[in-house]
């Protein structure tokens, strides 16, 4: 079904179905959110409570800050959710978790100070350039030298990494 979007952690162990379109996807920039997923940048699909069961296992939640509940998977660590007493009736999934992520791309980015994930940017937000390279062919597996030259990218030190022929 079009309007369904399954979900599950890394290992398996967790697996989720939301239906409906999810009321907003947004980039979070926030410290709480880059610690609790390692990535410089968080993309949330937010859905009512109501919206999505747990079909297999549980999400384990921690408490990030007062009032804030950081979902993930007790087995392989996966991050999932979070959850905000400030938005009672949503959940905020991690894109990633869905197993077709690119069916909910973000519109927009998370103010600063808002009652998203109860946190306010400790840290400046990341400039994220969407003109940056495609990895060319899809399958083929290329070095990360290869990939830097090819763009002409200045490596520390003002060398030029382009390739000879390249
Ligand atoms: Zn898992
Ligand atoms: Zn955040």
């Known amino acids: 079904m079009n309007d369904q979007f399954e979900g599950g952690c ?9 239906t409906g379109q999810p009321k907003w996807v947004a980039w979070c920039h926030c410290q709480s959110c ?29 408490n990030s800050s007062p009032g804030t509940r950081r979902g993930f998977c007790g087995k392989c660590g996966s991050t999932l959710t979070c959850e905000s007493d400030r938005l009672p009736t949503e959940t905020h999934f991690h894109v990633g978790a869905f197993d077709q992520a690119a069916r909910l791309p973000p519109t927009r980015h998370i103010p600063p100070r808002s009652a998203c994930c109860g946190y306010t940017w400790a840290t400046p937000k990341l400039e994220i350039r ?20 090819s763009t002409g990218l200045r490596l520390p030190g ?9």
């Open 10 to 18: 890394l290992c398996g162990a967790v697996r989720f179905v939301a």
């Open 34 to 62: 880059r610690k609790h997923s390692g990535a410089p940048v968080s993309v949330f699909a937010a859905f009512e409570r109501t919206a999505y069961v747990v079909t297999k296992g549980g999400i384990t939640k921690f």
């Open 130 to 149: 969407d003109q940056s390279p495609p990895a060319r062919e899809p399958g083929k597996v290329y070095s990360a030298a290869s990939l830097i030259g």
């Open 158 to 166: 003002g060398r030029s990494n382009r390739l000879a022929g390249s």
